[in-house]
């Protein structure tokens, strides 16, 4: 990994770290700037992509452990599938 790499990795950290602890303060300015910011390029938006995908996955094994943390995100993505796919998506929501 090249210096440059390694900066725009910790700019990545950095900033979802920050959209993480704005998410928990219920300050949806901030994380629409931090969005703003991770957005400039596609480099830099899929680096915050990986780096939340990390801090996340972090999170999750600590509360919950690694196979609590699995069947979590495996529960997550199998219902929102079925969501994605639902012909009024609002009627789970009433």
């Known amino acids: ?15 979802a770290a920050a959209f993480a602890r704005f998410h928990l303060l219920g300050d949806a300015e901030a994380m629409q700037l931090v969005l703003s910011e991770s957005g400039k390029s596609d480099y830099a938006h899929l680096a915050f992509v990986t780096a939340l995908a990390s801090i996340a996955g972090t999170v999750a094994t600590r509360s919950m452990g690694r196979d609590g943390a699995l069947d979590y995100l495996q529960n997550l993505a199998a219902q929102s599938a079925v969501l994605s796919e639902a012909a009024d998506i609002d009627r789970f929501f009433d």
Do not use: I, P
């Open 1 to 15: 990994m090249s210096t440059l790499e390694r900066r725009e990795a910790a700019k990545a950290n950095q900033r």
